[in-house]
């Protein structure tokens, strides 16, 4: 009768439906000389169980505390950096600088004019690429040559043999 008891445990063990008295006859049953040779793979599980419950850690932790100090200055330093960017983001040019009307027609002109250097500046590149294309074409043409040449000095020495 015992033995059927013991295997509706473990069913309600595996399942997890077992309270912690019914573990404990487990644990029991599992602990003692006579187990079934059937139920002989649980028996490794609850004798972990009994024997692990019964250890612990004798030596005291040791704790250390560090220096947090220099630790703090950095962390305040680094909210400092990222305040004071996001403020100055966040204000515009013209509230933080005030221009006069002489200033900012210098500023206006001053952008036309790198307008008109940028534009200059693309027109040439365009130039510049045209060029390049030239000399590439003025290269194949060279390798033909040569290419010509070497077919002709073939031939010459062919008709030769003759």
Known sequence: MELNNIERLLEKYEEGQTT????????????????????????????????????????????????????????????????????????SKDEFIQLSDEEQFAYNETLKAFDLISNQMHKGRTSFNALNMISTSFEKGQQNVVFLEEFNNSTNRLFNLK
Do not use: D, G
Not at 52 to 66: F, I, K
């Open 20 to 91: 912690l008295k019914e573990e404990a006859q487990l644990k029991h049953y599992f602990s003692t000389e006579t187990v079934a040779p059937h139920l002989e793979v649980y028996r490794t599980i609850f004798v972990y169980y009994s024997t692990n419950a019964q250890l612990s850690y004798q030596r005291p932790l040791e704790t250390t505390r560090r220096n947090p100090n220099k630790y703090r200055w950095i962390a305040s330093a680094a909210v400092i950096t990222i305040m004071f960017s996001a403020f100055m983001t966040l204000i």
